[in-house]
């Protein structure tokens, strides 16, 4: 009779372990997922016909609050227009240069019957997309388990080491197909805690642009204009050497290498990109962890993140 009670507390140990080990299991998933889900949130998106549309709805009085001349206000209630024609004369090209400016087949069906319709012009629309670059780090997903997982933030890399806090800002962008407007596109980081461009890592300080060529692509690789502890940039024409050479710029790495003496446990970062649609020549300025795109006319999107050591 006594049998039934020692039966019973080993049925109780078994469920305790089974259920346990599924809590554990859950927990585990439910970490990993939400350290990917935060990371996934930082991305920067750019689509040239909603600024375009955006600008044609504007006053005369918005439009010189932006900074538009009396010339370029007076052409914007038919931007649209002008988008839509330029549309057309795209599909009077043939279907190899219409993919090497990063038509999809698709689009190209679209471009050969053309009629200039809304669904039309947003699905021929040029898109901007700028995210991290994605590195592997270590996660403590659970109390006993460690496991590498793919992040997506604006600092690929933060720590401090022989007496400086180093940090790397790494972003890529890249346009879905070349934008019918524009000449000059920019592309800024910003930054907080002091930090300056680490000197000795000159080889992770560049800007590297992929331009598409009729006969393939090739890779400019640029330096950084910097405002020291504060922030920088780089202003790049979409057309390759200029307008000079055949070659549209595609896609791009952008890398800043950081350093600050002492220990410095945490930093503002600000990363951007602006994309002009008259002819303009875009900068950015910097203040405070922030940056700031001029002129007004800039198409421009940023994003602010703070990370911690």
Known sequence: MRRKPILILAISLIMSLVCTQFAFATQQSQDLNQTTEVKKLEKIVLNEYDYIKDLSKKTPAELKDLGFDDKEITKMPNIVNEYRDKLKEQGKQNDQSL?????????IETLRSFTGSEEQLKSLSATLTMTPVLTKQSVQSSKFIVQSVSVGQWISSYQYLNGYTKATISANWAWSSCPIFGLWDVVGFAWSGGFVQDSSSSTYNYHKIKYITSLGYTYVTRGWSCAAGQGCSDTFCMALNGGLSDGWAQSGTAQASLTVYGYQPIIGVTVGYGHSTINVYPSVG????????????????????????
Do not use: H, I, M, R
């Open 99 to 107: 993919k090497l400016k990063g038509y999809t087949d698709s689009q």
């Open 286 to 309: 910097f203040s405070s962890g922030d940056l700031s795109f001029s002129p007004a006319t800039v198409q421009a999107a940023e994003q602010y993140s703070v990370y911690y050591l």
